[in-house]
């Protein structure tokens, strides 16, 4: 079985010889060749440099052998093309955070193709590059609640009380804000699968600062109605909710291909309720590659022994590789998924 069959089978919970293992974060900080390459430039400007961006996305694969490449990107790349003004410092800085309708209204949704068309030529090298290994390509998009967030306090937060603030004094504004990246989210991805990424991944990272029913009122219409609208018959969605432990069921009711949980979440259970409704993926704590390698395989058998109830399964991390991640805990854990067969 080649690695884009066992990827994508898992997500549509079809029978694999072993579960597919890729990282989130798995280009970054860490490697020593991602830091030579970044040198003198702006994350931004990586994310732009088609030549570069399909170097660091592909030294996970040649240097540590994961199973699947994801596209290098980020989720602001494509609110840059709405006319919003960041930075990164390193995190991302809004200049001007949008509190108004009226900023809302200013909001541009123009077709990704034109507004960042770097980012289709960056899959379609990379498909190219993929084919004749046959190696799975993934595309990514941030969650519209999550986006609303950054934008809406104007950076990085523990709380992210502004938007929280939005969500009780002035609601029809968030609502216009989260539709509108709602449609930016959906024609991302779309336009993403057809460059060529063979599964997609919505990021909500911040979604999990919700209450369970502000979650329902909030989020899972959203996730809802982009499931709906992205193109799954061509590429499987892999839904992605940070700290979701207590939204399980909302994320398999708003009805992806596979839900991916962080570690917080008790894998077992979480596969049990995702039973042949999802594939899950997950759910290895980042910190966990800081332990031997002893430790690092004892780990990822358990994960595979904990998510057999549900149809399908990705080893995965439980949320992104740290920047003093040891490469060595990443090919630990690689190889351990790979010693299943």
């Known amino acids: 079985m080649n690695r884009t069959e066992r990827l994508l ?3 549509r919970g079809e029978p694999v010889d072993r579960p597919p293992v890729w990282l989130m974060r798995q280009a970054g900080r860490y490697l020593p060749e991602y830091r030579r390459v970044r040198e003198g430039v702006s994350f931004l400007d990586l994310c732009r440099d088609v030549e570069r961006a399909v170097e660091v996305s592909l030294q996970p694969l040649r240097l ?3 199973e699947a490449v994801i596209l290098f990107s980020d989720i602001f790349v494509p609110v840059l093309g709405m006319g919003v003004e960041l930075d990164f410092r ?3 800085v809004v200049a001007r955070p949008i509190r108004t309708r009226e900023q809302v209204a200013a909001l541009a949704v123009r077709d990704p193709r034109e507004s960042a068309p770097y980012v289709f030529e960056i899959l379609r090298v990379l498909r190219r590059e993929l084919a004749e290994e046959q190696v799975p390509l993934l595309g990514f998009a941030g969650a519209p609640f999550s986006l609303a967030a950054y934008l809406v306090q104007g950076g990085g937060s523990r709380h992210f009380s502004a938007v929280k603030r939005m969500m009780h004094r002035d609601p029809e504004t968030l609502r216009a804000l989260l539709d509108r990246l709602t449609e930016l989210a959906v024609a991302h991805l779309n336009a993403q699968i057809e460059a060529g990424a063979q599964a997609v991944q919505l990021f909500d990272t911040w979604a999990g600062l919700l209450s369970r029913a502000d979650y329902r009122e909030w989020v899972l219409p959203v996730h809802r109605e ?3 609208k992205v193109d799954r018959e061509a590429a499987p969605l892999i839904l992605y ?3 979701g432990a207590h939204v399980v069921d909302e994320m398999l009711e708003a009805g992806p291909d596979v839900i991916s949980l962080d570690w917080r ?3 077992a259970d979480a596969a049990r309720r995702a039973g042949r409704r999802a594939s899950v993926q997950g759910n290895l704590d980042p ?5 031997p390698a002893e430790a690092i395989g004892a780990a990822v058998r358990e994960a595979v022994r904990a998510a057999a109830p549900a149809r399908g399964h990705i080893l995965n991390l439980g949320h992104g590789c740290l920047p003093d991640t040891p490469v060595e805990g990443v090919r630990a854990f690689i190889r351990a998924a790979q010693q299943l067969a």
Do not use: E, F, M, W
Request: hydrophobic residues 45%; contains cysteine.
């Open 241 to 243: 909710v940070n700290d």
């Open 287 to 291: 910190c966990l590659l800081y332990a």
């Open 265 to 267: 979440v008790d894998l």
């Open 64 to 66: 540590l052998g994961t």
């Open 226 to 228: 982009l499931v709906a």
């Open 90 to 92: 390193p995190g991302p």
């Open 9 to 11: 089978r898992s997500c």
